[in-house]
């Protein structure tokens, strides 16, 4: 039996009314639209590749997006809606996925995209073990292409996550390019071929990157892009850009806005600001196998430190109080998957004292900070915590974090790095600790596993903190292994409370999202996550100057 789906499982979000819909301020469904003009979009983080399958920059994201199609993209409403592939659905009782593309789709030179580009694209995924898409597609036996817009995925167990998880997050490449590169995980790809609606130009790192319409061979049904061109603008950090937001030199803000600008930006003439709630959320995460802090291994320092965390100042101190509270690793956005059951751990600094000191790590020699047992490997209770410094909250969040954990006896050290650095250390692995955030986990039954499988650790993918726990693989197997979403649900419940007792992370915050915009150009679309926001490929399609 076939079935056919134009939509995700999680509709929850929308029946709580929790993500703005389509006509933002400054927009009129009854306007002809005006074609032209430049549209600057400012951001603070430069490119760090333009191999869209190994990239891990937002701003990359944010731009190779605009060029290199996947299956499925995302609604206002959170739904995976069809993309390159104009359906998709499962057979065989839920061991095959399929997806059927759009005829008459082209690369930007002209080839046209079959199915074979999208085998190829996972083929050499998994092949070089790139990124996180490498585990995506570890239950996958084979790939069947029984004709040029066709393309079917054995699986090795039914599941009730595979197709839209894949179909969103593969950035399908053109083969008939990448196929002559030696090795496609470090090809630099400097002049990229896409198939978006946006074509890259010219562009200078560190500076601008410039893009314009492609005018033929985009499948989005309205068409090309409405504007001449697109330029993403570098500033160093967000206040640089917030300025020029105000003077007009930018357009719209890729990056959200700190809630602290937020009223003034909203008094400031010709100026809008939208809002909307992430699908992802912020966390500090433990490096389980951290070799200069091998006491992280131990749950009751994991557990003393979760109750030092002081999420409520956090969210009013950096978050004006305009954060959603968050106990496990599945937001209550969520609301189908999230387990109410599950409690945060509660801020009080006497209970951290007390589990430290049980577990005993005292302090000594009066210094404030605690020795670790010599059986435990000695030294000073000191950890490193890794964290964006060019990121808007990262910074006063790692402030109140390292006062807090001092209180306790725990000696912090900030490594706060740029954010190409902070990449490039995160991918190392090189962190006792360390915040993040991630912008789109929307079906938890597959990124959980991806996140805290023990197979995935080490693989260069999303498991920075390696948990290796039998009773959680085998919660997280049969999440993922399974047609019947009932039985998945009942296994992420689980697997939440337990992550609750383990405690390999500890989520922060979800957090809203401001975008600002100019009243230059209207006509936007705003997206759930900052991921996708205002400039999200079915935004810029449709952007045009304001009549």
Request: proline share 6%.
């Amino acid at each position: 039996m076939q079935q056919t789906f134009r939509r995700s499982l999680l509709t929850t979000i929308v029946a709580a009314g929790l993500l703005l819909l389509c006509v933002l301020p400054g927009a009129s469904a009854a306007e002809s639209p005006k074609r032209g003009g430049t549209l600057v979009i400012g951001t603070t983080t430069d490119v760090d590749t333009f191999n869209v399958l190994v990239s891990n920059s937002i701003t990359s994201s944010w731009i190779l997006d605009l060029m290199y199609p996947s299956l499925l993209a995302m609604d206002e409403k959170a739904n995976k809606v069809p993309y390159l592939a104009k359906e998709w659905g499962y057979s065989d009782g839920g061991r095959v996925a399929w997806f059927k593309l759009r005829e008459g789709a082209k690369w930007q030179d002209g080839t046209p995209i079959t199915s074979e580009d999208v085998k190829y694209t996972v083929d050499i995924t998994v092949k070089y073990n790139i990124g996180f898409n490498a585990s995506l597609f570890s239950s996958v036996e084979k790939i069947v292409t029984p004709d040029a817009h066709t393309v079917q995925f054995y699986l090795n167990e039914p599941s009730v996550s595979f197709a839209p998880s894949a179909g969103f997050w593969l950035r399908v490449v053109p083969k008939h390019i990448w196929a002559k590169v030696q090795d496609p995980k470090q090809f630099a790809n400097d002049n990229p071929i896409g198939a978006g609606p946006f074509a890259l130009v010219k562009y200078q790192r560190g500076q601008y990157y410039e893009l314009a319409p492609v005018k033929q061979g985009f499948f989005v049904q309205s068409g090309p892009p409405l504007v001449d061109k697109v330029i993403f603008k570098i500033y160093p950090d967000i206040n640089t850009l917030i300025l020029a937001l105000k003077k007009g030199e930018v357009d719209l803000s890729a990056e959200s806005i700190p809630p602290a600008s937020v009223p003034d930006l909203k008094r400031t003439k010709g100026i809008n600001v939208v809002s909307g709630p992430s699908l992802g959320y912020a966390y500090m995460i433990f490096n389980l196998h951290s070799k200069q802090a091998t006491f992280l291994a131990d749950v009751q320092v994991r557990k003393a430190i979760a109750c030092a965390v002081n999420k409520d100042i956090i969210n009013k101190m950096v978050l004006a109080g305009n954060g959603l509270p968050i106990a496990t690793a599945v937001s209550p956005v969520l609301d189908f998957w999230h387990n109410p059951n599950v409690k945060d751990y509660a801020y009080d600094l006497n209970q951290a004292k007390r589990i430290l000191d049980a577990a005993g790590y005292k302090d000594t020699n009066g210094d404030g900070v605690r020795e670790v047992p010599t059986s435990k490997g000695g030294g000073k209770l000191r950890v490193r915590i890794l964290y964006d410094s060019g990121h808007a909250q990262q910074p006063k969040v790692m402030q109140i974090l390292k006062d807090d954990l001092a209180k306790i006896g725990i000696e912090v050290v900030p490594d706060g790095m740029e954010r190409n650095a902070y990449l490039a250390k995160r991918k190392e692995l090189d962190f006792d600790l360390m915040l993040g955030r991630w912008g789109i986990m929307d079906e938890p039954a597959d990124y959980l596993y991806l996140l805290y499988h023990s197979d995935t650790y080490g693989q260069g993918g999303i498991n920075e903190s390696g948990p290796n726990d039998p009773t959680l693989d085998k919660l997280l197997d049969e999440a993922r292994k399974t047609g019947d979403v009932n039985l998945a649900r009942d296994r992420v419940f689980k697997i939440q409370e337990r992550l609750h007792e383990l405690i390999p992370e500890v989520t922060l915050y979800v957090e809203q999202y401001y975008f600002a915009y100019r009243d230059r150009f209207t006509g936007y679309r705003l997206f759930p996550s900052d991921l996708r926001g205002l400039v999200d490929p079915q935004s810029l399609s449709v952007v045009h100057l304001a009549n």
